[in-house]
């Protein structure tokens, strides 16, 4: 078997992007978010309070979706170059980003589920207690979401999306709503008798969390399910392939791989055939093309 220089013509397959100052800062983020979940509990039971136990429990999911984010992150650099995986682990981010997108609609759920039975059941609330639970819990998210506020990564002039991060970053600010609408309606049970406004406001916050989770899994889900890039780019393609020459396109698949990158497998029939390297030179300005696979078929002409 002939092998020397078969290198050349070796496609690469890493298509992931390692973003490791999210990383790192995911990591400080869980660590504040484990260290106020323990501490709510551990107080919520000393001190029979229910509104720190709700809150340190309702942390331990937002643990649980930094975990997820972190396990994505180190999955995706531990098998960049696996060959097991057809197209490397460009889509492990997009994956973690999509299962915190349904952790985030959980969420939601729960909130929704404990605010109507709290609106049919109205429950005593500890109001210095349950704002001072609220204070900490803003103060942290506020730090956490500085933390986790994603800069604009470019790498050879393209952007990059990291829907991992995002999807952490979304967490943070569903907390930290929660907290925010949480304080006006204690404030308001508290000076104003309007108890009615504390399970009020959590019904308004799980709406709002459920659309920036249904946002998330718009943008995840496509990706994941190999969705074809804009018609508009296609056709550009098309074209430019078609004016070349008598070229005649008979199968033509684009598709992500990443969050950012995009491959294309393209068949064509034509009477005078050129190289393979020939018609992705056709394609160079299409940038979004990271990985091309061109079969040319000849013809008789008519």
């Not at 991992?164 to 104003?192: C, E, P, Q």
């Not at 056709?282 to 002409?301: A, M, P, R």
Request: glycine share 4%; net charge negative; charged share 15%.
């Amino acid at each position: 078997m002939y092998k020397s220089g078969s290198e050349h013509w070796q496609h690469n397959h890493d298509f992931s992007f390692q973003n490791k100052k999210g990383e790192r800062r995911t990591h400080y983020v869980l660590l504040l978010t484990a260290i106020t979940m323990v501490a709510e509990i551990v107080a919520g039971f000393v001190f029979g309070s229910m509104a720190l136990l709700a809150d340190g429990w309702h942390m331990a999911t937002h643990v649980a979706a930094f975990l997820i984010t972190i396990f994505a992150y180190r999955y995706a650099r531990k098998h960049a170059d696996n060959p097991a995986y057809a197209f490397g682990t460009g889509k492990v981010s997009v994956l973690g980003g999509f299962a915190s997108a349904v952790s985030l609609a959980v969420v939601a759920l729960i909130m929704l589920a404990e605010s109507i039975q709290r609106l049919i059941d109205p429950h005593v609330i500890q109001f210095d207690a349950a704002i001072f639970v609220a204070c900490i819990g803003l103060f942290i998210n506020i730090v956490s979401a500085l933390l986790l506020k994603e800069d604009h990564q470019h790498v050879d002039g393209e952007h990059h999306h990291d829907y991992n991060l995002k999807a952490a970053y979304m967490h943070v600010l569903a907390d930290a709503l929660t907290s925010v609408l949480a304080i006006v309606a204690l404030l308001s049970g508290k000076f104003f008798s309007w108890n009615w406004l504390d399970p009020a406001m959590g019904v308004v916050g799980a709406i709002i969390i459920t659309r920036w989770s249904y946002s998330l899994l718009k943008q995840t889900g496509p990706i994941l399910l190999d969705e074809s890039i804009e018609q508009e780019y296609q056709s550009a393609i098309e074209t430019t392939l078609k004016q070349d020459a008598i070229n005649n396109i008979t199968d033509i698949h684009i598709w992500k791989v990443s969050a950012s990158h995009y491959a294309a497998v393209i068949s064509l029939v034509t009477p005078s055939p050129q190289s393979a390297d020939y018609y992705k030179a056709l394609l160079s300005d299409f940038t979004k093309l990271s990985h091309v696979t061109i079969e040319v078929n000849q013809c008789k002409e008519e």
